[in-house]
């Protein structure tokens, strides 16, 4: 089942997961306020959301809320609040915390928070919707869909574990956590404001 298909998914699914979006602001933000364990929490919900938005796609429930223009545009509303409030609580407690511990937590729950923030991504339900169907065949097995899938999370995971580990070693001045912090709180505002305008 390995295919030529199944490769050139692979390829696509590397620089959509590299791409800046949501979760890598988010993955980032936490890393710099609780460490290491919370950007790998933050990981472990996206995960968890992928999978859930996969399944959804297995069982054609992504393709109805693709079809609904009123529960997308829900959805997407509702996904674009919620990144705009995790910028600016991350604002707002770089311009509270005078004082940064050096192993700093992060506020809330990171694994919730990279759980909630997949879950309300209904760009999501249009790639498994409308990316996974042009890499099979019509006389491929049903399986290949799920091996896709399984291709798209795995290297989404390993790209932001990768990318945990790498922030975490990264960032032990103080003076660049609160500076990246800054930026990855603007840039949480940005991605949910564009989340909003997007059609």
Not at 90 to 108: C, F, M, S
Not at 140 to 148: E, Q, T
Request: net charge positive; hydrophobic share 55%; charged share 15%.
């Amino acid at each position: 089942m390995l295919d030529a298909q199944v490769l050139a998914f692979a390829g696509v699914a590397v620089v959509l997961s590299i791409t800046p979006g949501p979760d890598m602001a988010l993955v980032l933000r936490n890393t710099l306020r609780g460490g290491r364990p919370a950007g790998l929490r933050t990981v472990a919900g996206i995960a968890v959301g992928l999978v859930v938005w996969a399944t959804a796609s297995a069982l054609g429930i992504a393709a109805v809320l693709e079809a609904s223009s009123s529960v997308f545009t829900a959805l997407k509303l509702a996904g674009a609040a919620y990144l705009v409030y995790l910028g600016v609580q991350a604002l707002r407690t770089l311009r509270r915390d005078d004082h940064v511990p050096r192993t700093p937590r992060a506020p809330g729950s990171p694994f919730r928070q990279g759980l909630v923030t997949n879950l309300l991504n209904p760009k999501l339900a249009v790639l498994f919707t409308t990316l996974l169907p042009q890499f099979i065949a019509h006389d491929d097995p049903r399986a290949k869909a799920g091996l896709l899938a399984v291709v798209f999370v795995t290297i989404g995971l390993t790209w932001l574990v990768t990318y945990t580990l790498v922030i975490g070693a990264v960032a032990r001045s103080r003076a660049f956590r609160r500076a990246t912090e800054a930026v990855s709180g603007v840039v949480l505002i940005a991605l949910g404001c564009r989340l909003a305008l997007e059609r």
